[in-house]
């Protein structure tokens, strides 16, 4: 489950995570140096058509576009000193475990933090216009989150009409971890056309015996894991398991069309 962490944001800071948010001094109209610390807001700076404002990433950030940047850290913790060196006009957080301190000393040295919670669909919307805004590319942020917008709801419309598949699924196999209710993926799930096996669980991201795994009835079993740590076979499963193609179901963004055409795809058997 390594690569789980960097990617989804289990743990929230508190009372924070509902809007976008400064903190530290007032960033410049239009920043031009920018570092991100998810690769979910990198991407969201790429889909704004912005990516030459970057100067660093997380060592996660694998987008062609950013291959050549410095690394500054990873999600949950990066580098201050790293940070430091590059001199941002403005630092782009994703909240999650590990990073409040950083980001917080980071924005009492003088660096403008722009705090962007990205774990629900609302949230994502929400955060790619307040990037758009941040970087003085306003009218491309409402662009973009309208294009986003509507083929979400073409993928529902889709969707609609079609039996609903039970679906289980996996972020990590050793300790099994799954998407329990108000996940990402249990948001997805609903407007593609799904029904979460584990929405009736404890816990967004509960960890789970293999033997209460084979119980749920799923009729699809999701594999995110992009073979990140030893797979395990369950009785039962056997044709149910799917492997995601991209990262895009585990990385809430901008890529969340790209997720939700998978999803379809997964369930029904053809691309929406």
Known sequence: ??????ILALVFWPALAEAAYFL?????????????????????????????RLVGVTRYDDAEAVRHLPRVGGFVDPSAEAILRLRPDLLVVQPG????????????????????????LDEIL???????????????????RARIEARIEAIRARAADRPRVRTLVVYGWQPLVVAGPGSYADELLRIAGGENVAAKLRGTYPTIPAEHAVRLPAQRVIDTTMEDGAKIDLPGWEGK??????????RPGPR?????????????????
């Open 1 to 6: 489950m390594r690569a789980l962490v960097p």
């Open 24 to 52: 530290g001094p007032q960033a410049p109209a239009s920043p031009r140096r920018v570092v991100t610390l998810a690769p979910s807001i990198t991407e969201i700076v790429l889909a704004l058509g912005e990516g030459e």
């Open 97 to 120: 475990p590990g990073n409040r301190e950083v980001v917080e000393r980071l924005a009492e040295l003088g660096i403008p933090v722009l705090v962007v919670p990205l774990d629900t």
């Open 126 to 144: 929400v955060g790619v216009e307040a990037v758009g805004r941040a970087l003085g590319r306003e009218a491309k942020g409402r662009a973009l």
């Open 241 to 250: 398991v799917v492997r995601a193609r991209s990262r895009a179901l585990v």
């Open 256 to 272: 969340v069309v790209e997720s939700l055409e998978e999803l379809f795809e997964i369930l029904h058997g053809e691309r929406p």
